[in-house]
């Protein structure tokens, strides 16, 4: 079974500056997902980014980017120029895919805070 | 398109009583999931379908009970409800293979007393 460790329970940072969220996970696959998932307090899920197992080159997403580390089983998010508005829980999450099910295993979570 | 649709948003269950989630997407996704998320923790899949007519167990079906009679539509039963699933459900739905993430329903939130 997979595990998704998410290190930091809590963070925050101050508008405009950077903040990086940690992710280690575990797995015996060679091919897979990561996602990082944001949770805003209106409760819905949002997807932010991306990876692919297999690609090598990080995903980026405007301000949003990553950085895989496959060998060391390492999926962490950079968030630039932080806005109040990403003050949300954001997930880590791994997805593999078992008869074509796209089943996810989610980290618990990190409050990130963005302060003016 | 409206997504993800779930309803109630909150909901107050007495122990014993049954009840079902409702879930529908109009995104003509194949796949379609649900998970809990317990408080301070991530999510957990508790069922999942592949299709019309094909579901399967997660890691904590026990207590819930799907259905799939058509694409759009993957209700959630709970029967005989318990304080141990007072939780936060989240209904999620994606296309087939391209693994591009899940689009999420906005989330039941279940109080069992």
């Known amino acids: 079974a997979q595990t998704v460790t998410q290190s930091q329970p809590e963070m925050s940072v101050q508008e405009a500056e950077t903040v990086t969220l940690s992710c280690t996970y575990d797995?015996?696959?060679?091919?897979?997902?990561l996602f990082w998932y944001k949770q805003p307090p209106s409760r819905q899920m949002i997807l932010v980014i991306r990876?692919?197992?297999?690609?090598?080159q990080n995903a980026t997403e405007n301000r949003f980017s990553v950085n895989f580390q496959k060998a060391a089983k390492s999926f962490s998010l950079k968030i630039s120029d932080s806005q109040l508005g990403d003050t949300a829980m954001y997930f880590c999450?791994?997805?593999?895919?078992?008869?074509?099910?796209?089943?996810?295993?989610f980290g618990d979570g990190t409050t990130l805070t963005v302060k003016p | 398109n409206a997504g993800v649709t779930q309803t109630p948003k909150f909901r107050i269950l007495k122990i014993g009583q049954s009840m079902t989630l409702q879930c529908t997407q109009d995104?003509?996704?194949?796949?379609m999931y649900w998970y809990r998320q317990d408080p301070g923790m991530g999510l957990k899949l508790i069922y999942y379908s592949v299709g019309a007519g094909i579901t399967d167990k997660g890691e904590v079906p026990n207590g819930y009970n799907v259905s799939r009679s058509t694409t759009e539509d993957f209700p959630l039963r709970l029967e005989l409800a318990a304080p141990s699933q007072t939780s936060v459900y989240f209904c999620?739905?994606?296309?087939?293979?391209?693994?591009?993430?899940?689009?999420f329903g906005s989330g039941t939130r279940l109080t069992v007393v």
């Open positions: 999450a791994f997805m593999k895919r078992t008869d074509n099910a796209g089943k996810s295993t």
């Open positions: 999620a739905s994606e296309i087939g293979g391209t693994s591009g993430g899940y689009t």
């Open positions: 797995t015996s696959e060679n091919n897979y997902y």
């Open positions: 990876q692919e197992a297999y690609k090598q």
């Open positions: 995104m003509n996704h194949n796949y």
